[in-house]
């Protein structure tokens, strides 16, 4: 990977001791200030990574318009969102085979909607454990009260700017509710297992070898072969280990 | 005597033959499933007895398809129907196993062999008669048949060959009883004789080998040593076929030229001189090894050239030579036959073979011939004691007894050439510490060997007086003896049923399950075996009341035993299982609307990784663990709800409904997949998959407990599956904090309950030594006291 983490470098701007703009009284212009900072931080990756608008865009199944506004800070994306175009620009949607399709675009919808209630169980946990009331704490970060139940759901989309003001108000660290990679299900196994193709892990390592080539050529020409000159070929080797192995008297296999 | 008198006199004498030879057969029979054609063979008589199909379905394990089409019902190979008359003639033996009770399906299937063995021997009788032989040579050579050759040792297996040998020898005699009589009954014998070989090619296609020996013996006998010039014409069909046998055999490596000139017509050189050596000469392996009392063919045969019947000498030369260049020249590496006492494939010449002594029989009986009656007994005593050692134990358990360079090869080459390798001296080695494997000293059933020790006894004795004089009081013993034989052995067998220990049969809580399964399960219900370890105690005692057994291989992520690591150590699913095995689960699973498991290991039994259970309690339904009377941690059965699929526990699916629910400290219900507002009738089964996270690490192991309940009245109507979560291989003190886990259950409504809308709540509980502590539950539904959660969801039943 080249270039710096755009997540983690995003969490850290933003954290809330280290980012001026956070101290800000007006909340809703902390807002647009963590917008814009974010916006900046996600355009200079962007353009490290030598990737357009519109192939990010592609990649989080979106609008080209709604990465332009997230590089302006009109708009500011989710934390799964932004762990997500970080994956991208990280290199990870580089095989297209891994990025483009329907199962591709839907595993990733699935991520977004996992992390999301993740971040929003982690949220209710931080403020039930601070002792604050859903009122409270939607008055403290500049939201409507309902709209934080569901935002503590996972059933809408909570921006990186407004996490930011609720861990603000929480007094807690921003970094928690990153994805630890350990703790999400590990797709590429559910992929093998949902298709039946259950390659397994000693396999897709010999498949990945260059040099076994030829014995993947050769299984496959195996398969084709007629029965009888699959029997004629066991003969043939039978001859050889028998040729081979008749001094302690081994003569053929069991039938 | 008159011809009705002669007839029953004659039909008397073949009568207690097979009685003779029956109660000797049952006397040392084995009921043991020795090879995996035999225990495919068994499989198959079951599928066609039960289902009426061919499918391998117990023995599923033993060779997986190779190729599953998503069209297939069920994910099963198939066996050779082609080649099955022995599977359909065995199937109604099958069936009286399942007709009455108490009867082991291998114990009573078992009994085709021995009794078609015994029919070989009357069937030798009658063609010796028909020959014009006398009543005492008849049955003199037919004993030694029945007792003195491997036949014997073939009635205590499953092979084809005994059904094959029995048809072949059936054309032989249908074509002697015509060779006498006028053209109609040529005709007659001839269409019997050709059903004979084509029963005999159902049961087995190199009954074919049998075809030229079968077309000389339906030469006309006068006509053909009338004429003199058929002579040179006979005499070239065994010389000929001896020379190239006898070059074949002795020439190793064969000449190029004669190798590529058989294998253009498709016909494998490579074992043809090892096999014809092992199948002709060798003294460890052949035919005359197994059976030396057919050492007497060659001097019979020569004495019979000699009297003009050239016919019968030259039929059966050429079956012992079809049969054994056929199988040299086709069946490539597999010509030994694998475990069999050998020569397996030459079984089918064998009684044929034995006619020809006949000659010598007759030498045997005359008064002054001191010399030659020694020779025969000496012969028959040598035969006998192979047959014993070869009855003894089961065939397997002589490639177990070989050096370790053999390879347990049971073809291994000094075990054909060198004395002390040989199947008779190695095997009796073996009594010391196996004993003997008859169904009787193994289950201790001295009953049975005292009934057939008496019924071998008075056979003897009415055959003895029978011969001497056909008018004998006693002659009346053998219908007594063939009626009272029906009842004996049904209740011998009855009395073994549950005593064998070779089919686990003494295991009581397996007979429970299939009890509870006879009693529980639907017509289409399948029932899984996580491994071949009950397969025989499924073989022997299941019937059709019991759900369709299908056995997998036991995954390579799970251990034989606590000695015995597993092949492979991983936490992802794709490495727990063969790749087939797999697909016929995923098969199976997704087409049935449940599956039963009979699972043969528990969570008591640290070493058991269980990928089986993990897999269905992870992609599909957990509905129940049956609570059997006889509590066995090797015997467990379960019941999974497969209609749907779970949510992928693997994938990143968010499910489908949020919950605020909190349980105790820091266990979260962060969603889950249920079906709210779908309507259900009574006795459905309903589908639960809760979505779980832990906020920090979880001290206890907390079970979960689910319940559809009538919110009017307060109370659960049904209650599913107590356990940890994902039927407990997901214990909550193994959850990483923020990592979520899937826990699918099943929750079946009762028969009665009433129409109306339900919930689901929901508990947490730990069971410690103060008893039972609930977790307190935080959210916006809570009851009992805030330890029932209740998700957001509405159950309706219509």
Known sequence: ?????????????????????????????????????????????????????????????????????????????????????????????????????????????????????????????????????????????????????????????????????????????LNVFAAPASHMPNTTESDALATGGHPRADWRQFAAAGENLPFIRLAMAFQHIARDDLHRIADALFAIIRASGESNGWSGPPS | MTNASARAHRLRIATLLFLLCLSLYLLTYRALIQSGDTRRALDAVTSVARYGDWLMDETNALKLPFRIRDSSALPLGEYRVEEGLNILLASPLLKLAEALPRLGNIHTVWLFNVIITALIASLVYLILREMGYADAVAALVAVGAGFGTNLWAYSQTFFREPLTAFFILLALFALQRGARGGIGARLISLVCAATGLVLAYETKHSALFAVPALLVFALPEARLEGYRAWRPAISALIALPLLCLCLLALLDPLPSAIGDLLSRFGLRTDHLSPALRAYLLSPGASLWATSPLALFAIPGALMLWRRGRRRLVAACFLLVAGYALGHALLTGAHWFGGLSYPPRFLLPAQPALMLLTAPIAQAVLRENSKRIRFLWLALLAYGLWIQVVGVSLSLSRYSESLPPESNGYAEWVPSLTQPRYFRWIVLPRRWGDLGVEFLWTRANLPIWGASFALAFALAAFALWHCLRRPGSRWRHLAPLLALSFIPLVLLNLMNAYDKDPQTQSSQGALHEALDFLARNARADDLLLLSSTDYEDFILNHLDGAIPRPIALERPPAQAASDRQPALVVSESPNDWFDVQSFRVLRHLAGRQERLWLLENTSAFMLWSFRPLERYLAGHFYPLREIELGIVDETVRLLEYSTGEAAPNPLSQYAGEIATDLRFGEGIRLLSLVAPDGESYAPGDVVHISLLWVAEAPVEHDYTVAAFIADARQNRPIAQGMDSAPQAGFAPTSSWKPGAPVWDNRALRLPEDAVAGDYQLWLLMYRQGSAGVTRLPVAGRAVIQDGTVGVPPITIAVR
Do not use: H
């Open chain 1, 1 to 173: 990977m080249d270039g710096f983490d755009l997540t983690q470098a995003a969490l850290d701007a933003l954290q809330p001791a280290k980012a001026k703009a956070t101290a800000a009284t007006d909340l809703d212009e902390a807002r647009r200030i963590r917008g814009r900072l974010l916006g900046a931080l996600i355009r200079k990756r962007r353009l490290e990574a030598e990737r357009s608008a519109a192939e990010c865009a592609q990649f989080m199944d979106a609008p080209p318009e709604l990465i332009e506004a997230w590089e302006v800070g009109e708009s500011a994306p989710s934390l799964p969102q932004l762990e997500l175009l970080s994956q991208f620009l990280n290199g990870q949607g580089a095989d297209p085979a891994q990025n483009e399709g329907p199962e591709n675009r839907a595993a990733r919808a699935e991520y977004v909607l996992l992390r999301r209630r993740l971040i929003g169980a982690m949220l209710r946990a931080a403020r039930q454990s601070g002792g604050k009331r859903v009122e409270a704490l939607s008055e403290a970060a500049g939201l409507e009260a309902a709209a934080l139940e569901n935002l503590e759901l996972g059933e809408e989309a909570l921006p990186l700017s407004d996490l930011v003001a609720l861990t603000q108000a929480l007094s807690a660290d």
